[in-house]
């Protein structure tokens, strides 16, 4: 159970031009307030464990006004009330020259990897509003560190309940949400009370 009534370990980010999300921990979880905003915020792991489930439960006040929400994720309509990303360790590293020229999100994510060790990506699992995008996986077009599945459909505002088993299990040393209203200027709030992870025997 990833802790969500304390600030603690929790580390909230900005992006450069857009505005950041408010957050605010509470008793009785974490409160996301997106209004023309984006902005991650990431829970670091104690070292590399092997994630075969997640379940999430939590509350959205609405849902992003789509005229079309078949276009959801498309450039200009690439909002998600919801996103719990696993950053996945990996080769990848940023060298000397790389590092002068990446964005602050990037840094950030190469700081999450193992220690002596790069990162390969960020896998995410989006609730979106459309079935008909239900089950699409791609690599972001905006960048290859980037890959994202729509796996579940919210269809209307109110308390939500979603689960993903995960196979094969996906080694990750982070766990990145990301909620998001910047492209199309939406006004929301997420309540979550619970992300619980489920570690795989193996690891």
Do not use: C
Not at 55 to 81: N, P, T, V
Not at 141 to 169: C, Y
Request: hydrophobic share 40%; no cysteine; glycine share 6%.
């Amino acid at each position: 159970m990833l802790p969500l009534n304390s600030a603690d370990k929790w580390q909230n980010l900005s992006f450069s031009k857009i505005p950041s999300n408010q957050v605010e921990f509470k008793s009785s979880g974490v409160s996301i307030k997106v209004e023309n905003s984006a902005s991650p915020l990431i829970y670091p792991l104690d070292h590399p464990v092997r994630i075969s489930k997640v379940k999430i439960k939590g509350k959205a006040s609405q849902l992003i006004a789509f005229k079309d929400a078949k276009k959801q994720g498309e450039k200009g309509f690439d909002d998600y009330i919801f996103r719990l990303g696993l950053v996945i360790p990996g080769g990848k590293k940023l060298n000397w020259a790389t590092q002068m020229m990446a964005a602050d999100w990037v840094k950030k994510l190469y700081s999450l990897a193992p220690k002596d060790a790069g990162i390969d990506h960020i896998y995410f699992f989006n609730l979106g509003q459309t079935h008909e995008l239900q089950g699409r996986e791609r690599v972001h077009p905006l960048s290859d560190l980037i890959k994202e599945k729509n796996e579940w459909v919210i269809e209307g505002p109110g308390e939500f309940e979603l689960s993903a088993d995960i196979h094969p299990a996906k080694v990750t040393s982070a766990v990145w949400l990301s909620l998001d209203g910047d492209d199309t200027k939406s006004h929301f709030q997420v309540d979550l009370s619970k992300i619980e992870l489920t570690v795989d025997e193996e690891n």
